[in-house]
T-cell receptor, first 111, second 113 residues
Framework: QKEVEQDPGPLSVPEGAIVSLNCTYS??????FMWYRQYSRKGPELLMY????GNKEDGRFTAQVDKSSKYISLFIRDSQPSDSATYLC???????????FGKGITLSVRP | NAGVTQTPKFRILKIGQSMTLQCTQD?????MYWYRQDPGMGLKLIYY???????DKGEVPNGYNVSRSTTEDFPLRLELAAPSQTSVYFC????????????FGDGTRLSIL
C-alpha cells in the first residue's frame, strides 16, 4: 500500500459547485498535513496547512483531517474557473520524515 | 518578493551531456530541496540540504549531485544526461524544519534526447 493515495481524477465541475478532494494515508506517524495548488507550468503553492484533526477554514477553502481514519479532505465552496488547477496533498511526521506527496488531481471548473 | 528562483525555465540536452540547474532563494530559509515531477507520479525528492555545507540524498538521487556553499543557492548537477531524466524539476525551500511548509520555484522543464 502506498503511503499516500489520492483520487486520480481528472475532475470537472460546473462553476459554483462544491468540490471535495480526498487523500488517504497509511503512516500513522504523519502529523502535519498540507494542500498545494499547482497551476499549469507553475510550481506548487501552499493552500492549506493543518496539524490536528478537525477542520480549518480559509475563505472558500476548508481542510479536514481525520487522523483516526487516516483521511484528509479539501473542500472548495462556490468553485470558480480560477480554481482550475492540480491539487496535491502532502504530509509529514515521524523521525527523519520527509514531505510525502499524493500524485495530484486535476480540477477543471467549467464557466 | 522573488521567493525561489529557478533557471533555466526550459532546456533540451543530448544524451551524455551535463548541465547545472540553478536555484536561489531570498527568504533566508535553512532547508532547501530538489524534486522531480513526472506526469501522474507526484513529486519525488532527489536531494535536500538543511544548511550551507550539508546535503543528503532523497528518494531518487541516482544520476544527480548537489552542493550548498551558501544559504541562498542550491544547484543541481546532472553529469551524464539520460532519457530517464526527462522531467520537470522543482526547487523548494522552508524555514527551520522539515515539517514547515515548503515554498516552490516555477520549475525547469528538461528534455533529454
Amino acid at each position: 500500500q502506498k503511503e499516500v493515495e489520492q483520487d486520480p481524477g481528472p475532475l470537472s465541475v460546473p462553476e459554483g459547485a462544491i468540490v471535495s478532494l480526498n487523500c488517504t494515508y497509511s503512516n500513522s506517524a504523519f502529523q502535519y498535513f498540507m494542500w498545494y495548488r499547482q497551476y499549469s507550468r507553475k510550481g506548487p503553492e501552499l493552500l492549506m496547512y493543518t496539524y490536528s484533526s478537525g477542520n480549518k477554514e480559509d475563505g472558500r477553502f476548508t481542510a479536514q483531517v481525520d487522523k483516526s481514519s487516516k483521511y484528509i479532505s479539501l473542500f472548495i465552496r462556490d468553485s470558480q474557473p480560477s480554481d482550475s488547477a492540480t491539487y496535491l496533498c502532502a504530509m509529514i511526521g515521524g523521525a527523519n520524515s520527509k514531505l510525502t506527496f499524493g500524485k495530484g488531481i486535476t480540477l477543471s471548473v467549467r464557466p | 518578493n522573488a521567493g525561489v528562483t529557478q533557471t533555466p525555465k526550459f532546456r533540451i540536452l543530448k544524451i551524455g551531456q551535463s548541465m547545472t540547474l540553478q536555484c536561489t532563494q531570498d527568504m533566508n530559509h535553512n532547508y532547501m530541496y530538489w524534486y522531480r515531477q513526472d506526469p501522474g507520479m507526484g513529486l519525488k525528492l532527489i536531494y535536500y540540504s538543511v544548511g550551507a555545507g550539508i546535503t543528503d540524498k532523497g528518494e531518487v538521487p541516482n544520476g544527480y549531485n548537489v552542493s550548498r556553499s551558501t544559504t541562498e543557492d542550491f544547484p543541481l548537477r546532472l553529469e551524464l544526461a539520460a532519457p530517464s531524466q526527462t522531467s520537470v524539476y522543482f526547487c523548494a525551500s522552508s524555514y527551520l524544519g522539515e515539517n514547515q511548509p515548503q515554498h516552490f520555484g516555477d520549475g525547469t522543464r528538461l528534455s533529454i534526447l
